[in-house]
């Protein structure tokens, strides 16, 4: 029995900015563990990135310093000798390569399939370009890159049984190069496919001719794609070469000297134009999906777009002698100041009834109006907001009841149950009044329209 199911082993040199990201996201699709070999000169700056998740009893990655700057094929040669037998199936990316397993987005469940009918299961590269960026931006790569090449690349990455490995025979006889593929040092027996349930066969002879000529037979490239690829996010700036060839070329990282080309011949613009043909959300669209999980966590919805009502002109029915400000119009802008205090911001007197008012100061589309309790542990005293209307004018005399809470149901400011209102459709209007619907105070923390 092994530790982990499915692992990555991945080196990393100058990855410092962006190596929580590719972990947050592979660990989002159900990779159980990471193997990561940095290759920095000074590892220091990228184990300190990770010191959160290189810690305590079950460690998520695996952390290895590999000093000796670009040998890539010996770093991962000393992860299948040395920490491969931990693990049942096995992927080799690098830091600039998310794999996109389309419409499962868990590698658990993608593999259910596959796992009876094959030992190396072949995904092929999809490459994105610059999106027009002449140095990279800060920040998420999976948010800011969206387009892509039109064509899938004839390169692969496998995920691999380790079971299936001869690791004494890949360790001597494995070339540079075999984790896009396992050539000769695998048998005849081992069953190797690709996402369509395709034999691998004669792929890599001849390559890349036979390989093209299997990806461009009818619609195979678009069914691939539908299922799952590598999105390879190469070249995310128009200076990411120089970045390659000044990040080093020494041992297996020797094949960058055929980027510095593109540069010398005055052809960049265009090479990267051709990585950047297709607009392709899928990524982006679940990054930004995971990222939400902070607002599905909190006490109280994500706002839908800015607080309309701040720092608007307001007005009350009146003060009284607990009252915050000595005119009805201060005390009631206090409501729209997004100050909380968890306690009241306004008071008005004993009215029958008290009322509140904001001018949005023109007409605006209301889709949603949040009112915030008083959460100082009276039920007695917050319980007087209970019931009430909410109103809407265009000018601030003719007004509309849009909503009406007829029940004694109590609601909370910052204790996490403010009473929230959504208009169905939005509505559109410049004024918005909350009257009580019965004599009584108006005293609230704040209220926030969007």
């Not at 080196?11 to 962006?18: D, P, S, V």
């Not at 001719?209 to 799952?228: M, P, S, T, V, W």
């Not at 000297?257 to 613009?269: C, I, N």
């Amino acid at each position: 029995m092994t530790k982990y199911k499915f692992s990555i082993a991945a080196c990393a040199r100058w990855e410092t900015k962006n190596i929580l990201e590719w972990v947050a996201y592979h660990r989002s699709i159900g990779f159980d563990h990471i193997y990561l070999y940095c290759n920095d000169d000074d590892p220091t700056e990228l184990y300190e990135c990770l010191m959160p998740i290189l810690t305590g009893k079950d460690p998520y990655i695996t952390f290895v310093h590999y000093p000796f700057q670009g040998f890539q094929a010996m770093m991962y040669k000393h992860y299948l000798k040395n920490y491969s037998h931990e693990t049942e199936w096995l992927m080799f990316l690098d830091i600039d390569e998310f794999l996109a397993l389309k419409g499962r987005d868990n590698i658990h469940s993608f593999m259910r399939p596959y796992e009876q009918i094959c030992d190396a299961l072949y995904f092929n590269w999809i490459f994105f370009g610059n999106s027009g960026f002449v140095d990279r931006p800060e920040g998420s790569v999976l948010l800011q890159y969206t387009r892509r090449d039109r064509w899938v690349n004839h390169f692969t990455k496998t995920i691999t049984r380790k079971s299936a490995l001869d690791i004494d025979l890949v360790v001597s006889k494995g070339e540079a190069g075999f984790w896009h593929q396992w050539g000769a040092v695998l048998g005849a027996n081992m069953r190797q496919i690709n996402v369509l349930g395709d034999v691998i066969g004669n792929y890599y002879e001849d390559f890349p001719n036979k390989a093209r000529e299997y990806l461009d037979f009818e619609d195979r490239q678009a069914r691939i794609l539908a299922i799952g690829a590598v999105y390879h996010y190469a070249f995310r700036s128009e200076k990411d070469i120089a970045r390659r060839l000044e990040r080093g070329i020494a041992g297996d990282f020797h094949g960058q000297l055929a980027f510095k080309k593109v540069e010398d011949e005055g052809y960049l613009k265009a090479f990267l134009e051709n990585f950047s043909q297709v607009e392709d959300v899928y990524l982006r669209d679940y990054w930004a999906h995971q990222r939400e999980g902070g607002w599905r966590a909190s006490i109280v919805p994500r706002p839908p777009g800015p607080n309309i009502a701040l720092g608007k002109p307001a007005t009350q029915s009146s003060v009284s002698e607990w009252s915050r400000e000595d005119t009805p119009e201060k005390d009631a802008s206090r409501l729209v100041s997004g100050q909380f205090s968890g306690w009241y911001n306004n008071h008005t007197n004993l009215d029958d009834p008290p009322w509140w008012r904001v001018d949005l100061e023109k007409h605006a589309t209301v889709q949603e109006i949040r009112i915030y309790n008083r959460s100082d542990g009276d039920p007695a005293i917050s319980g007087r907001s209970a019931r009430f209307a909410i109103q809407t004018s265009d000018d601030g005399m003719l007004w509309s009841t849009v909503f009406e809470k007829n029940d004694q149901i109590s609601f909370d400011g910052l204790g996490g149950t403010p009473f929230i209102w959504n208009a169905s459709p939005p509505i559109t209007t410049r004024f918005v009044r909350i009257v009580n619907l019965e004599p009584g105070y108006i005293h609230l923390d704040q209220v926030e329209i969007y």
